[in-house]
Each structure stands twice: as C-alpha cells, then as structure tokens.
C-alpha cells in the first residue's frame, strides 16, 4: 500500500486509524509491526511508548533499515515507511515491493508526498492499494495517474477524487487488488464512523 499526500494532508492519522483498526481492515495475518520514520512525530512517540497496537507488539526505528534485517523479521510482519524517501535505497524500495511483500510473506506501508518520483516506479506498479490525500501542488501526479489506471475514464477517477477530497483529511483508497470488482475500484470512508461511499461511474 502506498499513502500519498501533501505534508498535512493527514496522510500519518490515516496510518494510525488502519493500524487501531488492523484486523478489520486486513485478511492477512499480522503478528509484528515494524514503523520505520524520517521525523519523528507524536503518533510515533506514542507507539515506542505503548509498545503495541491493540495486541500487536511494535517496534520504532529510525530510518530505513538494512534489507537483512527486514527479512529476518519479514513473516506476518507489517513494515511501515513513514516520510523516508530522501536518500531512500531505491535497490531496498524495489526489494521490499517485489520479493519481500509477495516471497517473505510481509505487508508494507509506504507514506509519500511525491508518488510518481522515480523511486517509486517498481512500488507503484506492485502495489494492490493506493490511497491518495489532498495534494493541490500534485494535480499533475493525479491526473497522470489517472490516464495510466483509467485510460478511458479519466473523467470518472479525477470526479471521484475531486469529491473524496473535498474536505480536510479527505482520501481516495484505489483498490488494484486482482480479486476486487471492477465497481469498487474507487472509496472513500472505509472506517466505522462513517458511511463507506463507492465511486461508479456514470
């Protein structure tokens, strides 16, 4: 999963209410959390703290480990990437995007402001859910997106993330899942408080 947004857009709360909704949210089995950052901030302090969440042990590191460290640790294990694109590996990105989330039997979340920097060609292309906040600088990057995935509804992709994104800490979740159908390709408010709305097209 790759989470894209502007700084502020909300895009580390988003994070911290799939992480306290884990099990909902998920079929895979998730027995460790690895939360690796760039900047510290207080979600990540208050998880070093409490050490877990709900029954799930966390462990914060600082930067982007090694790629043996992340394979030792790789089974059942979910690997958050929060804001460490600069200086990033791009050899370790494509690793964990590749090998790592499909042969070390892994979940990643990788936070982004710029989801179509060239790092990120490899992750972007094997990722089964994009979740897109407000971005008003990158309406190029959404509407680039929006011709690679939706070559011939455009319209219909750039309307449905107009609408989700509308208000503060709005997201568009794109599901490339192979196992999803076609008409919920497209949400918006996957959490409990409030109605989950599906873009169809018209």
């Known amino acids: 999963m790759i989470v894209s947004g502007s700084t502020g857009s909300g895009k580390s709360e988003w994070v911290k209410k799939f992480l306290n909704n884990l099990k909902e949210m998920t079929s895979e089995t998730i027995t460790t959390i690895l939360y690796c950052y760039g900047e510290l901030n207080s979600n ?32 059942g294990m979910l690997l958050v990437l929060d804001d460490l694109m600069v200086g990033v590996d791009q050899t370790i990105l494509e690793t964990i995007f590749t090998r790592g989330s499909h042969n070390w039997k892994m979940s990643v979340i990788l936070l982004t402001q710029h989801l179509f920097c060239k790092e990120l060609r490899i992750p972007r292309n094997n990722s089964h859910y994009l979740v897109l906040m407000r971005n008003p600088a990158g309406s190029l990057q959404i509407k ?40 919920l390709r497209l949400r918006t408010h996957i959490y409990n408080e409030k109605e989950t709305i599906v873009y169809v097209p018209k």
Do not use: C, W
């Open 144 to 183: 680039n997106l929006a011709t690679q995935l939706f070559p011939s509804r455009s319209k219909y992709f750039l309307e449905s993330y107009a609408d989700a994104t509308k208000e503060m800490y709005g997201y568009l979740i794109v599901d490339l899942h192979p196992s999803t159908p076609e008409k």
């Open 44 to 75: 990540i302090l208050q998880m070093q703290r409490k050490g877990s969440v709900g029954d799930i042990g966390v462990t914060v590191h600082s930067g982007m480990p090694s790629e043996d460290f992340i394979k030792r640790q790789a089974n």
